[in-house]
C-alpha cells in the first residue's frame, strides 16, 4: 500500500524548483504553493508583476496535492445559514461567487491547455437520516427560487440509478460540480505561472516579515532575505510559527482518504453509474469517487487527528471499515493508497481574504479550496493591482477561535468530534 496521494503519483512528475538563488527584490512575493499561492502567482504575473513565489516543500504537497479532487458548487455553511446571518444579497453574492470559482478552474483549464480531466461530473448530495432528505427538499426549492441554481431531487427509488448502495435516503443532484484529476491541475497550474513569469522557489519557507518603513516588507526565508512591495499568505492548513496571526484564526482538522485497487470498467459503473461526485449529509461524512482508472476513491474525517503516517495508516483502516459498510460488495478489494492531510477550518466556516496590516492573505476555505483556492488567487490579484472590491469575501472579518491562550494547536477537537459522532449515530 502506498502511503502517498494517488493524484500526485499518478500525475507527470513535478520538476525540481528547489536551489535556485533568491532575487534580491521581486513586486510580490508569494508564500506557499499550494492552489492559492500558484493561482495568485500565476494572475499577477499575468499582469506584469515581478512574483517570486517561496514554497517550504514542493509545490502541492500541502491540502492542494492530497484532496478528494472535487471542485464543488455551495457555500460552505449552506444558504439558509448565509441568508441567517448576511440577509439575501448577500447570501447570494457569496453563494454566486463559489459558483464562478468552478467556472473560473474550467477557463483556466481551456486558457492554459491543462489537462487534467476537469468535467462537470455533477455533485451527489446523499442522505444519510430521512430528515437529512426532507431538509434537501427545502434547499432545492431555496436554490431554485432565491440562486438561480436548479438542483435535482433524487428519491431513494431514483437513486438505485446513481449508486450502487442502499446506505442512504434520497439525494440532491447539483450537475455543475465538477471533477478533476488535482495532481495534473497542480502541476499545469504552476507550469502556468511560469509561463507568465513568476519564479517558484521549492524547499524555501519563509521565515519571518519585516514591514519597511518606506512600505513594502523585507521577507526572510531559509535560503536568503528578499524585498517586496507586496506579500501574499497563502499556507492555510499548513500555516507555521512565521506567521502567528493566522494560527490563531485556523482549526486544522486531518482529513483522510483510500483508493482501492483499479476494480475494472463494470464493477466501477456499478458503484457509481454516472461517475458522480458523492458526499454525504453526516457531521463527520464521507466524500467518494472513481478515479479515472476505475478505482474508488473514498476519503473522510475518520479520526480527529493529525496526518502523519501513522496516523495515516489507522484512519486508513476506519475508512476501509466504513467503506464496506456502505458498499458490502466491496468486502475484500484490496486498498492500493492511503494517506491524509491538514483542512484549514475558520472559526464561522467560511473562507477569509484581505489584507492584515498591508499583508495580503486568503486562507480557511474549510474542505473547499480546490475551486475557491483558485478563484481567490485571482481575487487577490486584482486586490493587490488596487481593486478592493474584487474580493468576494470583503467585510466578513476573520474571527479569533475564542479559546483561550489558542495558538494553532486545536486540542479541543476530539471532544467535539466524539459529540458529532454520536449525533451521527443516533439514526
Ligand atoms: C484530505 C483532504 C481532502 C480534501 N478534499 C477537497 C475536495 O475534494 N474539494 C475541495 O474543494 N477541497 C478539498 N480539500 C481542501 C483543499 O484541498 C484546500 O482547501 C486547498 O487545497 C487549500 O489550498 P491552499 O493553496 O490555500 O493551501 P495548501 O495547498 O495547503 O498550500 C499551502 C502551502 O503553504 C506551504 N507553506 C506553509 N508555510 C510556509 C512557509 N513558512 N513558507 C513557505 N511555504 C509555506 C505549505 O508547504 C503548503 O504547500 C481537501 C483537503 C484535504 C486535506
Not at 72 to 92: C, F, N, S
Not at 294 to 313: H, M, T
Amino acid at each position: 500500500m502506498k502511503q502517498i496521494p494517488y493524484w500526485l503519483d499518478t500525475a507527470p512528475a513535478l520538476p525540481d524548483r528547489s536551489g535556485k538563488e533568491l532575487p534580491d527584490e521581486a513586486d510580490v512575493v508569494v508564500i506557499g504553493g499550494g492552489l492559492t499561492g500558484l493561482s495568485t502567482a500565476y494572475h499577477a504575473a499575468r499582469k506584469g508583476a515581478r512574483v517570486v513565489l517561496v514554497e517550504k516543500d514542493k509545490v502541492g504537497s500541502g491540502a492542494s496535492g492530497r484532496n478528494g479532487s472535487m471542485c464543488t458548487q455551495g457555500l460552505t455553511i449552506g444558504v439558509g445559514e448565509a441568508r441567517k446571518r448576511y440577509g439575501q444579497e448577500r447570501a447570494r453574492e457569496l453563494y454566486d461567487s463559489f459558483r464562478e470559482a468552478v467556472d473560473v478552474v474550467e477557463e483556466l483549464t481551456h486558457t492554459e491547455k491543462i489537462d487534467c480531466d476537469f468535467n462537470r461530473a455533477g455533485r451527489l448530495g446523499v442522505a444519510y437520516k430521512p430528515q437529512h432528505f426532507e431538509s434537501m427538499k427545502a434547499t432545492q426549492r431555496d436554490l431554485a427560487d432565491n440562486f438561480d441554481h436548479e438542483t435535482h431531487l433524487l428519491t431513494r427509488g431514483d437513486l438505485k440509478s446513481e449508486l450502487g448502495s442502499d446506505y442512504y435516503h434520497g439525494a440532491l443532484l447539483d450537475p455543475l460540480s465538477a471533477a478533476l484529476h488535482v495532481g495534473k491541475y497542480v502541476h499545469g497550474l504552476a507550469e502556468a505561472a511560469e509561463r507568465a513569469g513568476a519564479a517558484i522557489h521549492e524547499r524555501n519557507a519563509a521565515t519571518g516579515l519585516t514591514r519597511l518603513p518606506g512600505g513594502g516588507f523585507l521577507v526572510e526565508t531559509l535560503h536568503g532575505t528578499i524585498r517586496a512591495q507586496q506579500v501574499m499568505a497563502a499556507t492555510d492548513a499548513y500555516t507555521d510559527k512565521a506567521l502567528p496571526w493566522f494560527r490563531k484564526r485556523l482549526i486544522n482538522v486531518g482529513s483522510f482518504i483510500i483508493v482501492t485497487e483499479p476494480l475494472g470498467e463494470a464493477r466501477a459503473k456499478a458503484l457509481i453509474p454516472n461517475g458522480r461526485l458523492v458526499v454525504d449529509s453526516k457531521n463527520i461524512g464521507h466524500y467518494v469517487r472513481l478515479t479515472p482508472d476505475n478505482r474508488l476513491a473514498f476519503g473522510g474525517r475518520a479520526r480527529f487527528a493529525p496526518s502523519d503516517p501513522a496516523s495515516d495508516v489507522k484512519s486508513g483502516d476506519i475508512l476501509k471499515r466504513e467503506m464496506t459498510e456502505i458498499f458490502p460488495q466491496l468486502a475484500g478489494v484490496r486498498v492500493d493508497y492511503v494517506w491524509g492531510g491538514m483542512v484549514g477550518f475558520s472559526w464561522d466556516r467560511l473562507p477569509h481574504a484581505g489584507e492584515e496590516n498591508g499583508l495580503y492573505y486568503s486562507m480557511g476555505y474549510c474542505g473547499h479550496g480546490v475551486q475557491m483556492a483558485t478563484y481567490m488567487g485571482r481575487a487577490v490579484a486584482e486586490m493587490m493591482d488596487g481593486k478592493p472590491e474584487a474580493n468576494p469575501l470583503r467585510g466578513l472579518g476573520f474571527p479569533k477561535v475564542p479559546v483561550p491562550f489558542y495558538n494553532g494547536t486545536p486540542w479541543f477537537l476530539p471532544f467535539g468530534g466524539a459529540y458529532y459522532k454520536v449525533k451521527d449515530r443516533l439514526r
